[in-house]
């Protein structure tokens, strides 16, 4: 329930909630690119998840890659008030914290069950809020039902039982590595769906990305 309230409640809903309050897409990843890094530095300290030189490389390099991809929609956010900000700082923080609290406490915990509770905590403090700060008037229409499909069953159920499969079988600043590639996944989907731009930087910024999460990943080859 406590992965359920850090990683659906505040780090799902704080990244819809920060771009809905104003913060651009662009900055809104950005902020979240961080992730992987502030990962790895609390599993540092929490988990004694210690890294190699390579990958901490790796972890630099993404960044780096993240940065060059988001560049070129970074815009606007001088418009975005603190409340917008803080929700994607929350967001971020969240989601480093429910990585590791996962890694820490509920790696013997079965995941189906798991997920569960997870979802009931999520409903519960959404629930609240939306009591308290939303309207509750919904526009039913086709891109709305097509849209929370997408949210509920690739990202909040496929997706977040995809990370906690490989958060109990690998390190939780390795498992992380891999939001490096959000970023520069998007950016592609939006240029095939959606004919936005991609630029040269960008480009550049994809293969820098990939390449930093290879290193963060790979293992060590040891020599008998």
């Not at 809903?13 to 979240?32: E, H, K, N, Q, R």
């Not at 997870?118 to 526009?139: E, I, K, P, R």
């Not at 906690?164 to 600043?173: D, F, H, K, Q, T």
Request: neutral net charge.
């Amino acid at each position: 329930m406590v992965v359920g309230f850090l990683v659906h409640a505040c780090y799902l809903g704080g990244v819809f909630v920060a771009i809905d309050w104003s913060l651009p897409a662009g900055i809104t990843s950005l902020i979240m690119g961080l992730q992987p890094l502030l990962t790895a530095l609390l599993g540092w300290f929490w988990l004694s998840e210690r890294l190699n030189s390579r990958q901490w490389f790796g972890l630099m390099l993404g960044l780096l890659g993240v940065v060059l991809v988001v560049s070129q929609n970074v815009q606007g956010g001088a418009a975005a008030g603190w409340d917008a900000w803080t929700a994607a700082l929350i967001a971020l923080l969240a989601i480093s914290l429910g990585t590791l609290y996962q890694k820490r406490f509920g790696s013997g915990v079965d995941l189906m069950v798991g997920a569960f509770y997870q979802y009931l905590a999520t409903a519960v403090v959404m629930a609240l809020l939306a009591w308290q700060f939303d309207s509750g008037v919904v526009v039913w229409n086709f891109q709305l039902i097509a849209a929370l499909a997408w949210m509920v069953l690739a990202l909040s159920v496929v997706a977040i039982l995809l990370l906690l499969v490989m958060i109990r079988e690998g390190e939780a600043s390795k498992v992380a590595s891999y939001f490096y590639l959000v970023p520069p996944l998007t950016a592609i989907e939006a240029w095939l769906l959606f004919d936005e731009t991609l630029s040269t930087m960008a480009i550049v910024g994809v293969l820098i990305a990939v390449a930093g999460v290879y290193l963060s990943v790979k293992k060590k080859v040891v020599k008998a």
